[in-house]
Protein backbone atom coordinates (compact mmCIF):
# COMPACT_ATOMS: atom_id res chain seq x y z
CA UNK A 1 0.00 0.00 0.00
CA UNK A 2 3.01 2.70 0.48
CA UNK A 3 3.34 3.09 -3.68
CA UNK A 4 -0.09 4.20 -3.80
CA UNK A 5 -2.05 6.92 -1.66
CA UNK A 6 -6.07 6.46 -1.26
CA UNK A 7 -6.51 8.78 2.07
CA UNK A 8 -4.91 10.12 4.07
CA UNK A 9 -4.93 12.07 7.66
CA UNK A 10 -3.67 15.00 8.88
CA UNK A 11 -3.59 15.72 12.69
CA UNK A 12 -2.61 18.80 14.25
CA UNK A 13 -1.59 18.61 17.73
CA UNK A 14 -1.11 21.30 20.25
CA UNK A 15 0.98 20.10 23.29
CA UNK A 16 1.73 21.69 26.75
CA UNK A 17 2.91 20.68 29.92
CA UNK A 18 0.69 20.04 32.83
CA UNK A 19 4.02 19.79 34.96
CA UNK A 20 7.59 19.23 34.79
CA UNK A 21 8.74 17.35 31.36
CA UNK A 22 11.71 16.12 30.70
CA UNK A 23 12.93 14.35 27.20
CA UNK A 24 16.91 14.11 27.78
CA UNK A 25 19.38 14.93 25.44
CA UNK A 26 22.02 12.42 24.14
CA UNK A 27 25.11 14.30 23.89
CA UNK A 28 25.25 16.02 27.68
CA UNK A 29 27.95 18.62 28.40
CA UNK A 30 29.49 17.41 31.60
CA UNK A 31 32.46 19.49 31.17
CA UNK A 32 30.42 22.57 31.66
CA UNK A 33 29.77 23.02 35.62
CA UNK A 34 27.29 25.37 35.14
CA UNK A 35 25.08 23.51 33.37
CA UNK A 36 22.61 20.52 34.77
CA UNK A 37 24.04 16.67 34.84
CA UNK A 38 20.61 16.25 32.64
CA UNK A 39 19.33 18.62 29.98
CA UNK A 40 16.65 19.22 27.70
CA UNK A 41 17.12 18.14 24.07
CA UNK A 42 17.39 20.73 21.60
CA UNK A 43 17.65 22.13 18.35
CA UNK A 44 18.16 24.58 15.77
CA UNK A 45 15.09 26.33 15.13
CA UNK A 46 13.73 29.79 13.73
CA UNK A 47 17.17 31.10 14.12
CA UNK A 48 18.55 29.99 17.37
CA UNK A 49 18.76 26.81 19.81
CA UNK A 50 15.36 26.31 21.23
CA UNK A 51 14.09 23.19 22.82
CA UNK A 52 11.78 20.74 21.20
CA UNK A 53 9.69 17.26 21.30
CA UNK A 54 11.25 14.99 18.76
CA UNK A 55 8.97 13.07 16.74
CA UNK A 56 10.67 9.96 17.27
CA UNK A 57 9.51 9.90 21.91
CA UNK A 58 5.96 11.39 20.80
CA UNK A 59 5.45 8.11 18.43
CA UNK A 60 7.46 6.09 20.66
CA UNK A 61 4.94 6.35 23.51
CA UNK A 62 1.88 7.29 21.60
CA UNK A 63 2.64 3.88 20.18
CA UNK A 64 3.25 1.93 23.38
CA UNK A 65 -0.15 3.25 24.58
CA UNK A 66 -1.51 1.97 21.89
CA UNK A 67 -0.15 -1.00 22.52
CA UNK A 68 -1.75 -1.00 26.16
CA UNK A 69 -4.79 -0.32 24.83
CA UNK A 70 -4.78 -2.86 22.06
CA UNK A 71 -3.49 -5.68 24.64
CA UNK A 72 -5.87 -4.77 27.38
CA UNK A 73 -8.77 -5.58 24.77
CA UNK A 74 -7.56 -8.60 23.23
CA UNK A 75 -9.70 -10.70 21.51
CA UNK A 76 -10.05 -9.51 18.02
CA UNK A 77 -7.23 -6.94 18.14
CA UNK A 78 -3.65 -8.16 18.94
CA UNK A 79 -0.25 -6.42 19.28
CA UNK A 80 3.08 -7.80 19.49
CA UNK A 81 6.04 -7.42 21.41
CA UNK A 82 8.27 -5.46 18.88
CA UNK A 83 11.71 -5.92 21.23
CA UNK A 84 11.02 -9.30 21.41
CA UNK A 85 13.66 -11.02 18.53
CA UNK A 86 10.64 -14.19 18.37
CA UNK A 87 7.93 -11.58 17.79
CA UNK A 88 5.92 -13.17 14.89
CA UNK A 89 5.66 -9.64 13.78
CA UNK A 90 9.63 -9.55 12.90
CA UNK A 91 9.69 -13.17 12.01
CA UNK A 92 6.68 -12.95 8.55
CA UNK A 93 8.05 -15.09 5.43
CA UNK A 94 5.47 -13.83 3.24
CA UNK A 95 6.99 -12.85 -0.14
CA UNK A 96 3.21 -10.78 -0.86
CA UNK A 97 3.55 -7.41 0.97
CA UNK A 98 -0.50 -7.75 0.99
CA UNK A 99 -0.36 -10.73 3.62
CA UNK A 100 2.64 -9.36 5.68
CA UNK A 101 0.71 -6.39 6.25
CA UNK A 102 -2.78 -8.56 6.97
CA UNK A 103 -0.68 -10.73 9.33
CA UNK A 104 0.52 -8.02 10.86
CA UNK A 105 -0.30 -7.02 14.14
CA UNK A 106 -3.24 -4.02 14.98
CA UNK A 107 -0.21 -1.56 15.92
CA UNK A 108 2.48 -2.19 13.63
CA UNK A 109 -0.28 -1.88 10.89
CA UNK A 110 -0.31 1.53 11.91
CA UNK A 111 3.48 2.25 13.47
CA UNK A 112 5.56 -0.32 11.43
CA UNK A 113 8.13 -2.94 12.36
CA UNK A 114 10.72 -4.14 10.70
CA UNK A 115 8.79 -5.88 7.94
CA UNK A 116 6.47 -3.37 6.80
CA UNK A 117 6.89 0.14 6.96
CA UNK A 118 4.96 2.69 9.35
CA UNK A 119 1.76 3.91 7.92
CA UNK A 120 2.01 6.64 10.62
CA UNK A 121 4.57 9.51 11.16
CA UNK A 122 4.92 12.21 13.17
CA UNK A 123 6.39 15.18 13.23
CA UNK A 124 8.81 17.02 15.74
CA UNK A 125 6.83 19.42 18.13
CA UNK A 126 8.29 22.94 18.11
CA UNK A 127 7.45 25.80 20.26
CA UNK A 128 4.13 27.53 19.28
CA UNK A 129 5.84 31.04 20.88
CA UNK A 130 9.55 30.78 22.25
CA UNK A 131 8.99 33.60 24.71
CA UNK A 132 6.54 31.56 26.75
CA UNK A 133 9.47 28.51 27.52
CA UNK A 134 9.95 28.65 30.87
CA UNK A 135 12.86 25.42 32.16
CA UNK A 136 13.80 25.08 35.54
CA UNK A 137 16.37 23.49 37.16
CA UNK A 138 15.58 20.51 39.81
CA UNK A 139 17.96 18.45 42.23
CA UNK A 140 17.38 14.76 42.73
CA UNK A 141 19.26 11.91 44.54
CA UNK A 142 19.42 7.96 44.18
CA UNK A 143 18.04 5.93 46.63
CA UNK A 144 19.21 2.55 47.34
CA UNK A 145 16.35 -0.30 46.14
CA UNK A 146 17.21 -2.02 49.65
CA UNK A 147 17.02 0.36 52.57
CA UNK A 148 15.00 2.70 50.81
CA UNK A 149 17.08 5.50 51.85
CA UNK A 150 19.43 7.97 49.78
CA UNK A 151 22.87 7.14 48.72
CA UNK A 152 25.65 8.89 50.28
CA UNK A 153 27.00 11.74 47.28
CA UNK A 154 24.40 10.50 44.75
CA UNK A 155 22.68 13.81 44.16
CA UNK A 156 22.16 15.10 40.73
CA UNK A 157 20.07 17.65 38.98
CA UNK A 158 18.15 17.87 35.53
CA UNK A 159 16.53 20.53 33.25
CA UNK A 160 12.79 20.11 33.24
CA UNK A 161 10.25 22.15 30.95
CA UNK A 162 7.32 23.63 33.10
CA UNK A 163 5.55 25.63 30.60
CA UNK A 164 5.22 26.83 26.94
CA UNK A 165 2.94 25.61 23.54
CA UNK A 166 4.29 22.79 21.04
CA UNK A 167 2.55 21.76 17.88
CA UNK A 168 3.11 18.93 15.58
CA UNK A 169 1.44 16.69 13.33
CA UNK A 170 0.35 13.61 13.01
CA UNK A 171 -0.29 12.20 9.11
CA UNK A 172 -1.70 8.69 8.44
CA UNK A 173 -1.76 7.26 4.70
CA UNK A 174 -4.08 4.29 3.55
CA UNK A 175 -5.93 4.52 7.08
CA UNK A 176 -8.99 2.80 7.85
CA UNK A 177 -11.72 4.79 10.34
CA UNK A 178 -11.12 2.33 12.60
CA UNK A 179 -6.87 2.74 12.92
CA UNK A 180 -7.98 6.95 13.42
CA UNK A 181 -10.06 5.43 16.27
CA UNK A 182 -7.51 3.71 18.61
CA UNK A 183 -4.84 6.75 17.67
CA UNK A 184 -7.29 9.26 19.11
CA UNK A 185 -8.12 6.91 22.02
CA UNK A 186 -3.91 7.29 22.69
CA UNK A 187 -4.46 11.22 22.16
CA UNK A 188 -7.22 11.29 24.76
CA UNK A 189 -5.68 9.26 27.61
CA UNK A 190 -2.63 11.55 27.11
CA UNK A 191 -4.47 14.49 27.02
CA UNK A 192 -6.55 13.20 30.27
CA UNK A 193 -2.95 12.58 32.54
CA UNK A 194 -3.48 8.60 32.42
CA UNK A 195 0.00 8.53 30.31
CA UNK A 196 2.97 10.76 30.30
CA UNK A 197 5.85 11.09 27.77
CA UNK A 198 9.30 11.15 28.41
CA UNK A 199 11.62 10.92 31.29
CA UNK A 200 10.60 9.99 35.28
CA UNK A 201 6.86 9.55 35.03
CA UNK A 202 7.03 7.28 38.12
CA UNK A 203 8.44 10.56 39.89
CA UNK A 204 5.78 12.39 38.16
CA UNK A 205 7.20 13.92 35.53
CA UNK A 206 5.60 13.52 31.92
CA UNK A 207 1.97 15.23 32.31
CA UNK A 208 0.72 17.12 29.34
CA UNK A 209 -2.09 18.52 27.66
CA UNK A 210 -2.44 17.23 24.16
CA UNK A 211 -5.08 19.11 22.08
CA UNK A 212 -6.43 18.02 18.79
CA UNK A 213 -6.11 21.61 16.72
CA UNK A 214 -7.61 20.63 13.47
CA UNK A 215 -7.91 17.37 11.30
CA UNK A 216 -7.73 17.00 7.43
CA UNK A 217 -8.66 14.35 5.55
CA UNK A 218 -7.49 14.29 1.87
CA UNK A 219 -8.78 11.97 -1.33
CA UNK A 220 -5.88 12.64 -3.58
CA UNK A 221 -7.82 10.90 -6.42
CA UNK A 222 -10.98 12.02 -5.96
CA UNK A 223 -13.31 14.56 -7.31
CA UNK A 224 -16.28 16.63 -5.61
CA UNK A 225 -19.35 17.05 -8.17
CA UNK A 226 -23.36 17.82 -6.46
CA UNK A 227 -22.28 16.52 -3.16
CA UNK A 228 -20.83 13.97 -4.06
CA UNK A 229 -17.33 12.45 -3.82
CA UNK A 230 -16.25 10.48 -6.81
CA UNK A 231 -13.60 8.27 -6.61
CA UNK A 232 -11.25 8.17 -9.60
CA UNK A 233 -8.78 5.24 -10.91
CA UNK A 234 -9.54 1.42 -11.36
CA UNK A 235 -12.85 1.51 -9.88
CA UNK A 236 -15.17 4.18 -10.55
CA UNK A 237 -16.88 4.86 -6.90
CA UNK A 238 -19.41 7.50 -5.49
CA UNK A 239 -19.51 8.83 -1.95
CA UNK A 240 -21.60 11.60 -0.09
CA UNK A 241 -19.39 14.28 0.57
CA UNK A 242 -20.63 14.33 4.13
CA UNK A 243 -18.37 11.01 4.58
CA UNK A 244 -14.75 9.83 5.57
CA UNK A 245 -14.13 6.62 3.80
CA UNK A 246 -11.77 4.25 4.85
CA UNK A 247 -8.88 2.41 2.85
CA UNK A 248 -11.09 -0.92 2.49
CA UNK A 249 -13.76 1.09 0.19
CA UNK A 250 -11.13 2.95 -1.98
CA UNK A 251 -8.92 -0.07 -3.22
CA UNK A 252 -10.43 -3.51 -4.98
CA UNK A 253 -7.77 -5.80 -3.61
CA UNK A 254 -8.96 -4.98 0.41
CA UNK A 255 -9.49 -8.36 0.65
CA UNK A 256 -6.00 -9.19 0.32
CA UNK A 257 -4.64 -6.58 2.44
CA UNK A 258 -7.42 -7.29 5.18
CA UNK A 259 -9.55 -4.31 5.47
CA UNK A 260 -12.90 -4.46 6.49
CA UNK A 261 -15.60 -3.18 4.71
CA UNK A 262 -18.00 -1.23 4.87
CA UNK A 263 -15.77 1.39 6.31
CA UNK A 264 -17.15 5.05 6.41
CA UNK A 265 -18.12 7.40 9.25
CA UNK A 266 -20.62 10.22 8.81
CA UNK A 267 -19.37 13.52 8.94
CA UNK A 268 -20.23 17.06 9.92
CA UNK A 269 -18.57 19.17 7.15
CA UNK A 270 -18.44 18.93 3.58
CA UNK A 271 -15.80 17.55 1.34
CA UNK A 272 -14.18 20.79 -0.93
CA UNK A 273 -12.02 20.59 -4.25
CA UNK A 274 -8.52 20.94 -3.93
CA UNK A 275 -6.81 23.79 -5.33
CA UNK A 276 -6.11 22.48 -8.56
CA UNK A 277 -9.42 20.57 -8.65
CA UNK A 278 -8.15 17.13 -8.56
CA UNK A 279 -8.46 15.84 -4.92
CA UNK A 280 -10.70 16.36 -1.90
CA UNK A 281 -10.33 17.26 1.44
CA UNK A 282 -12.52 17.58 4.56
CA UNK A 283 -11.27 20.02 6.98
CA UNK A 284 -12.43 19.44 11.08
CA UNK A 285 -12.28 22.08 13.67
CA UNK A 286 -13.03 21.51 17.12
CA UNK A 287 -16.10 22.47 17.10
CA UNK A 288 -17.05 18.95 15.15
CA UNK A 289 -13.43 16.93 16.03
CA UNK A 290 -15.19 14.64 18.48
CA UNK A 291 -17.89 14.09 15.82
CA UNK A 292 -15.61 12.44 13.61
CA UNK A 293 -13.53 10.40 16.68
CA UNK A 294 -17.11 8.93 17.95
CA UNK A 295 -17.83 7.73 14.37
CA UNK A 296 -14.71 5.89 14.28
CA UNK A 297 -14.70 4.81 17.73
CA UNK A 298 -17.85 2.94 16.59
CA UNK A 299 -15.84 1.26 13.89
CA UNK A 300 -13.28 0.54 16.36
CA UNK A 301 -15.49 -0.99 18.45
CA UNK A 302 -17.23 -3.09 15.67
CA UNK A 303 -14.01 -5.05 15.06
CA UNK A 304 -13.28 -5.39 19.25
CA UNK A 305 -16.46 -6.73 19.58
CA UNK A 306 -16.03 -9.02 16.09
CA UNK A 307 -18.52 -7.13 13.92
Given amino acids: MHKRIVNQALIELVISPVGPLL ?57 CDPLQRNSPCRKLQEENTAAIYKNSCTVCQIFGSTEIAAHA ?38 Q ?32 QQRVGIGFGKSRGLGQVNMKVKRVEIRYPTAVVEEE ?18 GAGELVSDWEAYGFLKPDTVDAEVHAQPDDLGFGAILNFTPDNIDALWRGCVRSWRRIVEGG
Fill in 121 to 158: RIADAYPVNPAEIQLEERNGVAIDRVYGSAVRGALFNF
Fill in 228 to 245: QLQVLGGQLEQFSDKVVI
Fill in 23 to 79: IKASDQQGADPTKPDTEFVETYHGGGRSVYLPGSSLKGAIRAHCERIVRTLGGNVRT
Fill in 160 to 191: VLTAGEFTTKITVKNFTTAQLALISLAIRDFD
